[in-house]
T-cell receptor
Framework: KQEVTQIPAALSVPEGENLVLNCSFT??????LQWFRQDPGKGLTSLLL?????REQTSGRLNASLDKSSGRSTLYIAASQPGDSATYLC?????????FGAGTRLTVKP | NAGVTQTPKFRVLKTGQSMTLLCAQD?????MYWYRQDPGMGLRLIHY???????AKGEVPDGYNVSRLKKQNFLLGLESAAPSQTSVYFC?????????FGDGTRLSIL
């Protein structure tokens, strides 16, 4: 059974800092990996999707990497802003079965 | 463009009552999903559909039924609600990736 772990559970940083969120998974036989953002009381917004054949994806200040052999992914956020405050979830997909981590709650202080 | 719309947004039920949650998407997506999100846990897949008239079980299907009579709609039913089904329910759709989420339905079973 695929298990997805995100560390840390919560993170607080000052504005402008670069930061890394971690995601680990137990079964390397994955189809893809997604990073999502969730604001309080809202649904999930897809940030980056990495296919199993890819090593990384970039969108603006966000960069996600994937290392299937070690069962790890990282989400790098450059020059963090207060508007980046949210919960970030990673999800590992295998066909139609997507398994989510519990998320990292990020607070960026002005 | 509404995306994925879930109704109702909030509901309180008594144990043993039944209800149906409605998910509608206007993106012509083939795939639709129902998840539940509980405190401290990631989202867990209840049921999913890969096309009109098809449904399949996810990770936690017990106590729920689904139907996909029209491509744009995916219904989640609780036949006899139990307190353990108190949760936030999210619907998502995709073609097949990435998944687009609704804002959720907060359901409390007393």
């Amino acid at each position: 059974k695929q298990e997805v772990t995100q560390i840390p559970a919560a993170l607080s940083v000052p504005e402008g800092e670069n930061l890394v969120l971690n995601c680990s998974f137990t079964d390397s036989a994955i189809y893809n990996l997604q990073w999502f953002r969730q604001d309080p009381g809202k649904g999930l917004t897809s940030l980056l999707l990495i296919q199993s054949s890819q090593r990384e994806q970039t969108s603006g200040r966000l960069n996600a990497s994937l290392d299937k052999s070690s069962g790890r992914s990282t989400l790098y956020i450059a020059a963090s802003q207060p508007g980046d405050s949210a919960t970030y979830l990673c999800a590992v997909g295998n066909n139609n079965d997507m398994r989510f981590g519990a998320g990292t709650r990020l607070t960026v202080k002005p | 463009n509404a995306g994925v719309t879930q109704t109702p947004k909030f509901r309180v039920l008594k144990t043993g009552q039944s209800m149906t949650l409605l998910c509608a998407q206007d993106m012509n997506h083939e795939y639709m999903y129902w998840y539940r999100q509980d405190p401290g846990m990631g989202l867990r897949l209840i049921h999913y559909s890969v096309g009109e008239g098809t449904t399949a079980k996810g990770e936690v299907p017990d106590g729920y039924n689904v139907s996909r009579l029209k491509k744009q709609n995916f219904l989640l039913g609780l036949e006899s609600a139990a307190p353990s089904q108190t949760s936030v329910y999210f619907c998502a759709s995709s073609y097949p990736d990435p998944q687009h989420f609704g804002d959720g339905t907060r359901l409390s079973i007393l």
